[in-house]
């Protein structure tokens, strides 16, 4: 009789495709036609009520949404960043020797961690400081992902269909986190009084409330596969830990 196969490393690399190809785009689907239903039969009582200041602090409040959510993408970025200097550090102290460059798997890193805990921080609290650390930091891991990512294409290296999310938070996340930073409302936005952001009863959706609603579900969504991507990081590192035979 056979011995029964021990569940092994590749079970939750199994697990982790099945997950990217098909579970993630499931629930991104699903969280975007709840939010544009919710939207679609939102009461339209307010559209009674007199414009006024309230109406003008509704697409301010819309922003603000979108702001924090970016704000807890950085502080998932850190903590993923994070996660990848722990394996790094776990395989120098067992081995002797960093499983990868110490630039690239230290250095880098450690300095992803610190940068993405402030301009978390910082976007969250509305502080000036942070939307400008946020500018540069985004732009300069933008524009050298952007030249990896070409140099990757010239050498034909291997693309895999069920790692877009990791392709995705590389080469595209950082691009329109940038963006939005950018943008004027973005500017003015973080000039507010917190109790002019936080004043007033939401009027009814109109275009621009549309298009600040569109902004900050796109902002949900790559929050959710930022999030997917640091589970599967951590998932991944713990059966490999798992895995090694104890000495």
């Known amino acids: 009789m056979p011995p029964e196969a021990e569940p092994s490393a590749l079970d939750i690399l199994t697990l982790i495709a099945w997950w990217n190809l098909y579970g993630l785009p499931a629930l991104?689907?699903?969280?975007a036609l709840v939010v544009a239903i919710r939207q679609y039969n939102r009461p339209a009582a307010g559209s009674k009520q007199e414009p006024s200041d309230d109406s003008r602090a509704h697409p301010s409040r819309w922003r603000l949404k979108a702001i924090r959510t970016i704000a807890l993408i950085h502080l998932g970025l850190a903590v993923r960043a994070g996660i990848g200097l722990a394996q790094e550090l776990l395989t120098l102290r067992a081995q002797g020797i960093p499983q990868s460059f110490p630039v690239?798997?230290?250095v880098i890193p450690a300095v992803a961690v610190m940068a993405n805990l402030?301009?978390?921080?910082g976007l969250w609290r509305l502080r000036s400081w942070g939307?400008?650390?946020a500018i540069v930091w985004d732009a300069l891991v933008a524009i050298i992902t952007a030249l990896v990512t070409v140099w990757q294409w010239k050498y034909r290296a291997t693309v895999?269909?069920?790692q877009?999310?990791?392709y995705l938070?590389?080469?595209?996340l950082l691009w329109f986190l940038l963006v939005v930073m950018l943008l004027p409302g973005t500017g003015s936005l973080f000039k507010l009084r917190r109790d002019v952001l936080h004043a007033g009863k939401e009027a009814s959706p109109g275009p621009r409330q549309r298009r600040l609603s569109f902004l900050w579900l796109l902002a949900v969504l790559l929050l959710i596969i930022v999030s997917s991507t640091l589970l599967v990081d951590a998932a991944d590192w713990l059966v490999r830990l798992l895995n090694e035979?104890?000495?």
Do not use: C, K
Request: net charge negative; aromatic share 8%; no cysteine.
């Open 164 to 166: 877009w999310p990791d």
């Open 118 to 121: 402030a301009i978390g921080h």
């Open 28 to 31: 991104l689907i699903v969280v």
């Open 169 to 172: 938070v590389a080469d595209v």
């Open 131 to 133: 939307r400008w650390a």
């Open 104 to 106: 690239t798997g230290i």
């Open 245 to 247: 035979p104890l000495e």
């Open 160 to 162: 895999r269909l069920d």
